[in-house]
C-alpha cells in the first residue's frame, strides 16, 4: 500500500497550454502536474480560468 494517499482516491494528471509564442516550442505547455486530487484539480481550473483565461487545461485520470 502506498503512503500519502488514500488508496481509494482517484488522482489526476493535469496539463495546462497556451497558444502564447512563447510557449511554442513546447508545443504550447505551459505546465503539467502530476498525482492531482479532485480537490486540486478543481481549484486549479478556477485559478486559472480567473488568472489566465487564455489557458486551457487538459485533464487526464490517473491508472
Not at 494528471?13 to 484539480?41: C, I, L, M, W
Request: hydrophobic share 30%; proline share 5%.
Amino acid at each position: 500500500m502506498g503512503r500519502g494517499f488514500p488508496v481509494s482516491e482517484q488522482l489526476y494528471t493535469v496539463t495546462a497550454f497556451s497558444n502564447d509564442y512563447e510557449h511554442k516550442p513546447s508545443r504550447g505547455v505551459v505546465y503539467q502536474v502530476v498525482d492531482a486530487t479532485e480537490e486540486y484539480v478543481e481549484k486549479l481550473k478556477a485559478r486559472e480560468a480567473e488568472e489566465h483565461p487564455d489557458r486551457w487545461l487538459k485533464v487526464e485520470a490517473q491508472g
